[in-house]
T-cell receptor
C-alpha cells in the first residue's frame, strides 16, 4: 500500500510568483486536507477536499486555492506569494470525511519565498 | 477561534527521566489526537482519545483526556533517545463546515540525551 506522496520536496520562489504543490493520496482515500506548518509551529488547516469539492476551509485568503482530481490526488495553488508563505505544506488523506478516521500525512513540501 | 495551548514548548531531559506534556483548550473537541513528527517527515498519529476521562497506554506513553474533553496530557516514562521529536496535540472538529479539521497545538520539541 503506497502512502501519501507530495511533490516537489523543496521549492524556492520569489515574492509575487505563483506556486503549485501536488499530493497523491493513499490508495482508497477520497478525502484530502492541506495544512501549512511555519517553522516552530504546529500545522494550520488550509482546506479539505472530498470527492473533488472543497468542503471545509481555514482562515486563509482566497489566493490559496486547490483542486481534487477524479483519482483523488490534489493540488494546492498559491498566488501572489508573500514572504510569510514560507513554510512546510502538508497534505493528509483519509478513507472518507468521517471524523474518527486517522489522517495520514505526507512528508510535506518545503516552500521558501525570497 | 479554537486554540490549543501546548506546554512546555521545549523539553530537554536525560535518558531514563519521566516527562509530561500538556495540551489545553477553551473549546470542546469531538476527540483529541497526539502526533509525533520527525524532521523531514509529516506527523504520525500516536493515539486518539474520544471519551472524557479516557486513559490510553502505548508502551511507555500514557495519554489522558480531561473529563470536560478540553485538555489532554502525554506522559512518557523512562524516556529514551529514540523518543526525541516534535510532539503535537490536535483537536478534531465534528461540526460545521470544518468537519474532520484538525486544530493543532504549537508543539513540544523533546530532546532526550543519552
Amino acid at each position: 500500500e503506497t502512502g501519501v506522496t507530495q511533490s516537489p520536496t523543496h521549492l524556492i520562489k520569489t515574492r509575487g510568483q505563483q506556486v503549485t504543490l501536488r499530493c497523491s493520496s493513499q490508495s482508497g482515500h477520497n478525502t484530502v486536507s492541506w495544512y501549512q506548518q511555519a517553522l516552530g509551529q504546529g500545522p494550520q488547516f488550509i482546506f479539505q477536499y472530498y470527492r473533488e469539492e472543497e468542503n471545509g476551509r481555514g482562515n486563509f485568503p482566497p489566493r490559496f486555492s486547490g483542486l481534487q482530481f477524479p483519482n483523488y490526488s490534489s493540488e494546492l495553488n498559491v498566488n501572489a506569494l508573500e514572504l510569510d508563505d514560507s513554510a512546510l505544506y502538508l497534505c493528509a488523506s483519509r478513507p472518507n470525511p468521517g471524523v474518527y478516521n486517522e489522517q495520514f500525512f505526507g512528508p510535506g513540501t518545503r516552500l521558501t519565498v525570497l | 477561534t479554537q486554540l490549543l495551548e501546548q506546554s512546555p514548548q521545549f523539553l530537554s531531559i536525560q535518558e531514563g527521566e519521566n516527562l509530561t506534556v500538556y495540551c489545553n483548550s477553551s473549546s470542546v473537541f469531538s476527540s483529541l489526537q497526539w502526533y509525533r513528527q520527525e524532521p523531514g517527515e509529516g506527523p504520525v498519529l500516536l493515539v486518539t482519545v474520544v471519551t472524557g476521562g479516557e486513559v490510553k497506554k502505548l508502551k511507555r506513553l500514557t495519554f489522558q483526556f480531561g473529563d470536560a474533553r478540553k485538555d489532554s496530557s502525554l506522559h512518557i516514562t523512562a524516556a529514551q533517545p529514540g523518543d526525541t521529536g516534535l510532539y503535537l496535540c490536535a483537536g478534531v472538529n465534528a461540526g460545521g463546515t470544518s468537519y474532520g479539521k484538525l486544530t493543532f497545538g504549537q508543539g513540544t520539541i523533546l530532546t532526550v540525551h543519552p
